[in-house]
């Protein structure tokens, strides 16, 4: 695991009017939008909320195990999103 390539081209080009970092955070931000539209079609409540806790675990999963080296960390955070994908789902229905 070598992280995610918009955070590493966004730290390469902190500037945030640079192209490079532009297009790093136009990505990071479909990611969202992708998500968020993804848990409203299951009927979560707040999916926008939900949607941002859910790419921060996968951003956070990422930089982890690219730092420690450890791919466990994809399955914490798989387990952690399962978590907050039931809670969002009990408390719709």
Known sequence: ?????FIDAAAEF???QN????YAR???LLMVRLVTDLV?????REP???AEQLVTLADGAASRAMVLGESNYGRHARTAAGTHLENALRTTI
């Open 48 to 50: 926008a909320l939900l």
């Open 26 to 28: 136009d990505q990071k």
């Open 14 to 16: 902190p500037d945030p």
């Open 19 to 22: 192209a490079v970092h532009s």
């Open 40 to 44: 409203a079609e299951l009927g979560c």
């Open 1 to 5: 695991m070598r992280g995610c390539p």
